[in-house]
């Protein structure tokens, strides 16, 4: 079993110090009897069943099938060969190594040289032994080299590779060789019987187990270029399959919710819903007035609504939440309303208050920073159903808030909370919709299935259509694709860091113009303190370049009174720049705000930027943008800048945003650990997503048992976040 055999990477020099001999390691990693390091890092990487080893795939492959003899080896080759070592030493010239050299049986030379070696490179290689090498030969005046190949002893008569070797991915503790057995031995167990019946497969496509293990182990006539470029059909077929679980995963959970129960909302003529509408300063638009009705629909039915609500920044989707939360109230529920900071919980509080107390409603506020006898006064209200209507930020979804007959959920800006707090806020609404005075409720319908409540999501980022039809199968979308009227267009300018006192001077003039300006300050993830004095510093130097005017500050460490106080100031208009860090990243609404400058703009994401330069434009005054970047910019800088400078339309945006991360990233799905889909891709096999959506409801209807193994197979325990 213990062939020593080292693949390429060499211990580094602190290892070699400290005595450390990866050879020593790999014996004791075969005993049983604690988790060795390769096994906890195979976990790590998700490899814990045989089915997912079986489908871990390789990044390319190492053609071992041959021995190249050494007089044919030219410069540059990547090649294997055999012979036997002649000489072995180590060099203390210059830099300690060690040499060894080889004789192949056409008496050909080769020198093998390691910089960094184990005493096992010197065992293992001892003179008189026959050794299998592979590397990158360099031929100088000294002859033939190779600098740290992979090697091992072998016999005259050891067999050669029967197939191309398989480099995995993998990390620093799971050595390829240790993943390499785990996979075969994986791929031999594995439980790779067919689960679709073979006339739903596309034609052309090879079964699952062929494929596999034709991946794994390719022949040597394989051709290279179809299989690193997964237009070969082993690679079709495993794409298809991942697309197929995915998307039986999404309308099975569709399906799913068909069997619960909702209470049905209806709001009552002439009731809150009426006169909330005739109250508002201003009159919907038509895209407004649509995407209500389908929300008043959703909830008038009794299985629970699932709907995304997209709109661009400043489409006015708070007022249509506003409109959905009247409904649920005029029957009889209440509404529970949350937004990812306590800036925006706070904003919409104010606006809902405006415009529902008049109308008679209670509505309560909890967030993190709501505490003692207010934040129990405002728990009492919400439990006992006083409370028709409680806004906040996630602080909503703990577990020490009760309802009294919460009927429906909103979220906005739902894509800025994690995975885990939307799996979190699902479990809850179900847990609360178990309520006594909930299942009494009016409006539930007959019937023993569980109850949820409805729940609104709300999004200025646009999900693109074909992520739309893959992750978000189980989601009915509405959008909003007309802006209020009398908003005038954003002019965006880009600026190196070197003309940011052009930059100061313009906004001197705007201000004087009777403008007002919002200056974001970079995001330095790392540090929250740095973050800060980038903001402090600017705010002196605005300060004393603009005497007379009042520059303000705005940042995350605040006090929530404080940042109440600055806010206030500035969107009653005496205070003329605000500088802050993104804390006004997400839905801050002053429409009398028409410049926004954003520093170190690189270092933003699309959608940042996007939702950032979305603070402006929202009064009848030209707005302008200003993104000033500090130079040299990366490749998807440049795009990023490029993308802001050329368009304000937001889906436009989120689709170049697509183009630039790739959907893991875009979805977030980094923070979740769960990679969403690893083979295919959404663009470029299309074709492929189109078949597996159409066969998904098939198979669900006539095969619901190989509906189910293939979405075990494929997705194991990340069903639960697919739904998220
Ligand atoms: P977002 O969709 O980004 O959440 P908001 O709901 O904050 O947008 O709305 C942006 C601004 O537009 C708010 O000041 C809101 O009161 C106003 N607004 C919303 N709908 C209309 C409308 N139909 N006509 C005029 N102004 C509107
Ligand atoms: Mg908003």
Redesign the pocket.
Same mark, same amino acid.
């Given at each position: 079993m213990s062939e020593a055999r080292s693949t390429v990477p060499s211990p580094s020099p602190a290892a070699k110090r400290a005595g450390a001999d990866p050879g020593e390691r790999a014996t004791a990693a075969e005993t049983p009897i604690a988790k060795s390091a390769p096994q906890k890092a195979m976990e790590k990487l998700g490899l814990t069943r045989d089915i997912d080893l079986a489908l871990h795939l390789p990044l390319r492959y190492e053609d071992e099938t041959t021995l190249t003899p050494l007089g044919q080896a030219r410069d540059g080759d990547t090649l294997q060969c055999e012979g036997e070592v002649i000489e072995s030493r180590i060099e203390l010239r210059g830099r300690r190594q060690l040499l060894v050299k080889l004789r192949d049986d056409d008496g050909a030379l080769l020198t093998l040289r390691f910089l960094h070696f184990y005493p096992s490179h010197q065992k293992t290689l001892a003179v008189g032994t026959r050794a299998r090498v592979r590397g990158e030969i360099r031929v100088g005046f000294f002859g033939r080299e190779m600098v740290h190949p992979s090697f091992r002893k072998v016999e005259a008569d050891t067999p050669l590779a029967a197939s191309l070797t398989p480099v995995y991915p993998t990390s620093a503790q799971l050595p390829q060789a240790y993943l390499r057995k785990a996979v075969a031995s994986a791929l031999r167990r594995a439980p790779l019987d067919e689960v679709l019946p073979q006339v739903l497969i596309p034609r052309g496509l090879p079964p699952l187990r062929e494929a596999l293990n034709f991946l794994h182990h390719p022949p040597p006539s394989a051709g290279l270029s179809t299989l690193e470029d997964h237009t070969h059909p082993a690679w079709q077929r495993l794409k298809f399959e991942e697309l197929l679980a995915q998307q039986l995963s999404q309308q099975r959970a569709q399906r799913e919710r068909a069997h619960l129960r909702a209470p049905m909302l209806r709001g009552a003529p002439g009731g809150l819903h009426e006169r909330l509408l005739a109250a508002l300063p201003?009159?919907?638009?038509g895209a407004?007035r649509r995407v209500a009705e389908e929300i008043a629909a959703d909830l008038a039915r009794s299985q629970p609504m699932h709907r995304l609500l997209q709109?661009d920044?400043?489409?006015?989707?708070?007022?249509v939440a506003a409109l959905a939360a009247a409904v649920a109230i005029d029957a009889g529920w209440q509404c529970a309303l949350m937004a990812p900071t306590e800036i925006l919980a706070e904003q919409h509080f104010r606006k809902l208050i405006g415009w529902l107390e008049p109308l008679g409603i209670r509505v309560a506020w909890i967030t993190g920073s709501v505490k003692g006898k207010a934040r129990q006064k405002m728990l009492d209200a919400a439990a006992s159903g006083e409370a028709t209507l409680v806004v906040g930020t996630h602080a909503v979804i703990e577990d020490k808030v009760r309802f009294h007959r919460l009927g429906l959920a909103i979220i906005d800006e739902q894509h800025r909370f994690g995975v885990a707090q939307r799996l979190a806020l699902r479990k809850k609404l179900a847990d609360e919709a178990a309520g006594a005075a909930a299942t009494a409720g009016p409006g539930v319908p007959p019937g023993s299935g569980p109850l949820e409540p409805h729940l609104l999501m709300m999004s200025?980022t646009p999900i693109p259509r074909t992520l739309a039809m893959t992750y978000f199968a189980d989601l009915d979308v509405s959008t909003i694709d007309e802006l209020?009227?009398g908003r005038s267009p954003i002019v965006t300018r880009v600026f190196a860091d070197s003309r940011r006192d052009d930059v100061i001077e313009k906004i001197a003039a705007a201000v004087d113009d009777g403008r007002q300006v919002y200056w974001v300050c970079p995001l330095i993830e790392e540090s929250e303190a740095l973050d800060l004095k980038n903001a402090t510093e600017t705010h002196a130097e605005l300060g004393a370049a603009l005497p007379g005017k009042m520059v303000g500050l705005l940042h995350g460490r605040m006090a929530p009174a404080e940042k109440a106080a600055v806010m206030s100031l500035f969107s009653g208009g005496q205070m003329q720049v605000l500088v802050a860090t993104t804390v006004i990243e997400v @839905?801050v609404?002053v429409?009398n705000a028409s410049v926004m400058v954003i520093e170190h703009a690189e270092r933003f994401g699309l959608s940042q930027l996007h939702q950032l330069r @979305?603070r402006v434009g929202?009064g009848s005054v030209a707005s302008v943008c200003v993104l000033i970047y500090t130079g040299p910019l990366s490749d998807t800088g440049k795009s990023r800048l490029r993308a802001m400078a050329e368009t304000t339309d937001g889906f436009e945006i989120a689709r170049r945003d697509l183009d630039i991360r790739g959907p893991g990233e875009f979805m977030g799905a980094r923070q979740s650990g769960a990679q969403l889909l690893r083979f295919a891709d959404l663009q470029e096999d299309a074709p492929l997503l189109s078949a597996a959506r159409a066969l998904a409801p098939k198979l669900l209807d006539e095969q619901p048992r190989a509906a189910r193994l293939q979405v075990e197979r494929w997705l194991g325990h990340k069903t639960e976040y697919l739904k998220a």
């Open positions: 201003f009159a919907l638009t407004q709109g920044v400043g489409s006015g989707k708070t007022v200025a209020p009227p @839905g609404d429409p @979305g929202r």
